[in-house]
Structure formats: C-alpha cells, structure tokens
C-alpha cells in the first residue's frame, strides 16, 4: 500500500469541492502554491471561464486532470431529447480531450424531469436501458477521440434524480456488456462516498481491476447525513474505512491519484485555503 | 396478479404510520373501524399500554398480527454489550408469540454509538459479523418459541446507524447461511422503500420465494426527498412501481399481506382519519 502521508504527488482536488469559494482559475491557482499535482474540474467551471484559457492555464500549471465532470445523463422522454444527450456526451468527450484529463466521469441520468423534481415516468428499467444504449454510443466516439469512459456509481439514495447505476457491481455489468475485451476504454470512477456501505464492495474492485478502474474519489458519510447531495463529510469525520478501501483499490492494480471531493454545505461556507489546507492534512493522515 | 381495488383483506397497516396521532388502542379502533384486517405494531407502543392489554384487545378486535417491529440492534462494544441485545430480542420473541405476530422484524443494527451521533468504531465488517451471529442465537430461541424471524434490509443511506444488511441479497445469503434448509423459521420483510432502487431486485424477489417472502411493507419515495428516515411518501406521491414490484412478489409465491409503513413528518401532523382513509384508497388504488 503507498505511502500518501509525505507529500501530495497522489492528491488531486475535484474543483466541485470549491466550487463555492473560487473560479476554476482560483482552484488552480490554489492547487498549483500547494504542490497539488492534479485537479478535476466540472464542465460548468469550464465554460465559466472558456475552454481555450482553462487548457493553456493547466498546461502552464502542469497539472494533471484526473477526470472531467461530467457526461451522462442519458435517459430522455423521447427521440429528441436522447439525441441531445448523445450530442451533449459527444461534446463533453472532445472538451476532455482538448483539456487532456485521463477521463470523462459519466454520471448515467435517471428518471427524465426527476432533478427538477418533476419525473415524467417511474420505469428506472427504462431508464437503465437508456443509459446502457447512451454509454454504448458515446463509447464509439470516444475511443475514436481517445478519452476513456468512467461510469460512476451513484449512491442508492440517488437512484431517481442522478444515476440510475448504483453499485460497483452494476457499472461493471455494463462495463463487461459494452466493453469485453477490457480494453481500458471503459471503466469506473469509484467514490467510496456512493459505494462504501456496499457488503459486495471488495469482491468488486478485485473484479474491477486496473483496467476498469479509472478515478479514485474520497470524502466521508457523516453521520447523521442531513441532506442527500450536499452534505458529505471531511475524510476522517465520519464512518468511512478510507484507508480498507485504499488497499483494496490498491491490492486491486490501482496506481492512480487519490481526488478529493466534496460538496457539502458546512465546507462551502469556509474559506478556501482553510479548507483546501484541510484536505491535504486529511489526506496525509486518514486516507 | 391479486385484485386489490375492492376491498381491503390483504391491507395492513404499521402501527408507526400513525404514532404521532394515537396510541396503539387509537390505531387498533381506527383499523378495526375501517374493516382493516391486520396491523404491525412497534414495541415502544405496545410498552406504553401494556402487552397483556394490546394482546387482548386484537384478540377482540379480531386483527391479525402482520408483524412485530421489531428486534436486531445486535452490534455493540462489548460482551455485555452483545449479550444485552441477545436478552433483549428474546424477550422480543417471547412478546411477538403473545402477540400472535406471524413474525418478528429484525433490523439488524449497525456501528455502536451512531444512531446516537457517536459511532464507536468504523468496523462495518465487524459489524455484519455481529449481526450473523446475534441472528443465529436468536433464531434458536425463536425456533423453539415458533416464531418466523423476518430479516429487513435497510436502505444504504442507513448502513450507518440503522441496519448493516442493506440488500435483499445480503439479507438472503444470510438466510441461506443460517436456514439452508428454508424451513420458514427465517425470511426477509421486504420493505419497497429500502429496495426499490435495487438492479437486482426482481433477480432477489424470485430467489427468494414464499419461503423467505415474510412481509411486506409499501409507502413511496419522493422526489426530492428531505430527509434521510422521515420524509416517506404516500403511496402514488412518489416514484416506486408499486404494481410491478407487488407482481414479482406474487409471482414468487407471496400470498400474505400488504403493510403500510409511512415514516413521515408531513404525514404526522395531518389528522389520524385522513391519513388512514388516504392509505386505505391508494392501497385499493396505486398499490
């Protein structure tokens, strides 16, 4: 198992995380004075600031891009909405590739209108289809642009609204259907935020492997949790094993970065260097 | 498929549904008034009258018992910890075999201290292990007091505090390990709001048959939903196939009642008639 306690060279921090505080120019900026190697950043955060300056000022950080956030969110109510989908992944595929990040993180989408808090059906059978047809089609493209897929399970208590994919052993079912020959393509982003509660968690990241596992996100599961999306715990304030799962993803081939990301309330009200300090002793010493 | 639009032989109705409006006497009248044939009621509520009294008063009544909520809680810090559970859900057993209860509700219990804000350690591992053997023991005792023991899987939101059994497979494997022979001395309730999400769940429901199939209890989830135990949704306000998951049941063999369960702070403050006669016409009409 690596030794993170150190220095940084396997921390990255999903911009998400300061989302409240900074522009994606500040999250870099701040990662960059502390030595942090990489970052992920969230399409919005992107397009704040335009595409062009974003990959000249990663380039002249030399950081590196542990994903980008996010495609998916296939499901649609009818033909015109899943193509727009489709387009919009195709999109996000080629904005990944221009910015360099080793992945496009895939939230799948749910029930259509469920986010606004409005769903048009109940049939999450539907929509896994959906999301199985979307991933199928966005897969083409990509391996044409050269950008893997990270299909990212999304915790149960998400399943209408977010991600109708829900544990690990899901996302690799339709990582086996879509892409058999392993061929490094598709995979997972695993959050142990969405995952850690699994009782079949460490029989499926030794199934996942190197191949399939594509990004490493960490945070913690307060408890109580007060909110379902945005009150996620700092590593070492809640119940999660951080340092179990690691040597599992580790004894599983896993050499990648560890990324911080957590979108929680308390945090976003502190300031930035606070918090991003935080994260670096939280991720020196518990995870 | 059964036909329940016409009358309401196969309702039940959680005794919880209602705690906030009446004591267990006010929801028995309320039940028996309405011609609801059965009830689930909790401990704490039967304790607050009396267990000789409730005992005779469904006796009178005529109700049937759908189940007892309920045992489990069986991790702790220490021996006398453990052994403490141990006592207690036999006593459980002792009153659901009073009672007339067709079975006794285990929610299996999760990290000690965290449904108090406090977990003592972060071992779910250990945690699972406790629970298999605190099920073991009991199912000794409740083997030879003839009572079912009915294993209830709890949403993933609530792996922390509440229950470490969390799927229906989990919970099968574990009837698997400890009744092998499906005696029907233990089985599952299967509650749609902790499962519903569940990919595998029509793959579970068939797996599990009559046998296992020992309750079942419906509400909905909503969407957004607001808090993690006591925003439930009526049945129909919400997103779970209420019809498609009671056909899975019934083609499995499942034959027995339809509970209610509602935890719901909206619900709570409504009058106790209008709730009960809005559970009674989505049941007829949504369930």
């Known amino acids: 198992m690596r030794e993170l306690a ?40 992107v397009q704040a600031v335009g595409l062009a ?7 002249d950080a030399g950081l590196a891009l542990t994903g980008y956030c996010r495609g ?15 387009a919009d992944n195709r999109r996000a595929v080629e904005e990944a590739k221009a910015l360099g990040a080793t992945c496009l993180v895939l939230v799948a989408g749910a029930l259509p209108g469920a986010l606004a808090g409005r769903p048009t059906h109940k049939d999450i059978g539907l929509a896994r289809a959906q999301v199985h047809d979307g991933i199928a089609a966005t897969l083409e493209h990509a391996r044409r642009v050269g950008v893997p897929l990270a299909i990212e399970p999304l915790h149960p208590m998400q399943a209408a609204d977010r991600a109708c994919i829900n544990t690990l052993e899901q996302a690799l079912d339709l990582c086996d259907a879509l892409d058999p020959g392993r061929s490094g393509a598709l995979g997972v982003a695993l959050d142990v935020y969405h995952t850690w509660w699994d009782p079949k968690l460490a029989l499926q990241i030794a ?15 307060l408890v109580p949790t007060r909110d ?25 081939g896993y050499a990648g970065f560890v990324e911080v990301e957590i979108f929680s309330q308390a945090w976003w009200t502190r300031p930035a260097d606070a918090l991003l300090d935080t994260c670096v002793e939280r991720y020196k010493g518990v995870v």
């Open 6 to 45: 150190g220095d940084v060279r396997h921390l990255s921090i999903n911009a998400a995380t300061l989302r409240r505080q900074l522009t994606l120019p500040g999250v870099i900026e701040a990662c960059a004075r502390r030595g942090i190697p990489a970052i992920d950043p969230w399409r919005d955060q």
């Open 53 to 59: 300056r974003v990959t000249r000022q990663v380039r």
């Open 72 to 86: 998916g969110f296939f499901p649609a109510v009818d033909a015109a909405g899943l193509g727009a989908a489709l």
């Open 207 to 221: 199934r996942a492997g190197r191949e399939r596992l594509l990004a490493y996100h960490v945070c913690d599961w």
């Open 228 to 252: 379902l999306v945005n009150d996620r715990g700092m590593m070492g304030d809640g119940v999660i094993e951080l340092k179990r799962i690691r040597r599992l993803l580790e004894e599983a």
